[in-house]
């Protein structure tokens, strides 16, 4: 059993589409991994992770006990964006 789970985030949209969620500046995948946060709208804690450009994909890298939740909470708000 690993500690640390790996999704991918594709699509035309996903570096826009992040840039609005997370706590650091996602046009920064250009140069390398990014670690950053997901926040409550309140501004409370909820995930950190590394983000990993790969190609045509962002690779999340976070830990297994706040991966499932914290997944469902990014897909809520891709509705209009182009990711996958």
Same mark, same amino acid.
């Given at each position: 059993?690993?500690?640390?789970?790996?999704?991918?985030?594709?699509?035309?949209?996903?570096?826009?589409?992040?840039?609005?969620?997370?706590?650091?500046?996602?046009?920064?995948?250009?140069?390398?991994?990014?670690?950053?946060?997901?926040?409550?709208?309140?501004? &409370?804690?909820?995930?950190?992770?590394?983000?990993?450009?790969?190609?045509?994909?962002?690779?999340?890298?976070?830990?297994?006990?706040?991966?499932?939740?914290?997944?469902?909470?990014?897909?809520?708000? &891709?509705?209009?964006?182009?990711?996958?």
């Amino acid at each position: 059993m690993t500690d640390r789970q790996i999704y991918s985030i594709s699509g035309p949209d996903r570096i826009d589409f992040l840039q609005g969620l997370i706590t650091n500046d996602a046009r920064r995948l250009s140069q390398g991994p990014v670690y950053a946060a997901l926040l409550s709208p309140q501004g &409370k804690y909820l995930a950190d992770f590394l983000l990993i450009p790969r190609g045509d994909e962002v690779l999340l890298d976070i830990a297994a006990p706040l991966a499932e939740a914290t997944v469902r909470r990014l897909s809520m708000y &891709k509705l209009r964006a182009d990711v996958a």
